[in-house]
């Protein structure tokens, strides 16, 4: 018998042309050609080479870079800021330009400890230039030393002293 069957189609009510949604699950039914297919593979691949799958820096080190242009930081500072020592920068750069992944949980908590610092400096403050001044003043409390010179340095425990600082400051 020479019937043909018809394909499950799924058909929208509302479509004046009666466009199919989409297709039944089948294995058979190819939705994208082949060259959509390597296009995306390629794509991938290519997210992949970079470190990041949409090929720039993660949320977090986007927010250190935001950091960075707002204290007016060099790239090393930054590095320091975020942990890494002279014998990481190759790493460092890798994370902050999208070209490696984030790890761990350092950098992650690093990166936490300085959004708060940043949120209390600016309800402190609400101006940049007098917070980048107050970041790198001495300060007797912090046995005449700078905040900032405090967090470049690397040292969580001294990026911890600076948000207890900062917070006692501003009275959080």
């Excluded at 970079?50 to 080190?61: A, C, M, V």
């Excluded at 960075?68 to 002279?86: E, I, K, N």
């Excluded at 940043?118 to 005449?144: A, M, Y």
Aim: charged letters at 25%; glycine letters at 10%.
């Amino acid at each position: 018998m020479g019937m043909k069957k018809e394909r499950p189609t799924a058909r929208t009510g509302s479509s004046p042309k009666g466009k199919y949604v989409g297709l039944f699950r089948n294995p058979r039914i190819r939705t994208r050609s082949s060259a959509a297919r390597v296009s995306e593979a390629v794509q991938t691949q290519s997210r992949a080479a970079l470190g990041s799958p949409s090929g720039r820096p993660p949320g977090p080190i986007q927010f250190a870079l935001k950091l960075a242009d707002f204290w007016r930081l060099s790239q090393d500072d930054l590095a320091g800021l975020l942990g890494f020592g002279p014998g990481d920068t190759a790493h460092a750069g890798a994370l902050l330009t999208g070209r490696a992944e984030l790890h761990g949980r350092d950098v992650r908590d690093r990166v936490a400890h300085l959004f708060r610092i940043r949120e209390s400096l600016h309800s402190l403050f609400r101006d940049l230039k007098v917070e980048n001044e107050w970041l790198r003043e001495p300060h007797e409390l912090l046995e005449g030393k700078s905040p900032m010179s405090l967090m470049v340095g690397g040292s969580m425990e001294d990026l911890l002293l600076v948000r207890e600082y900062v917070d006692e400051v501003a009275g959080s």
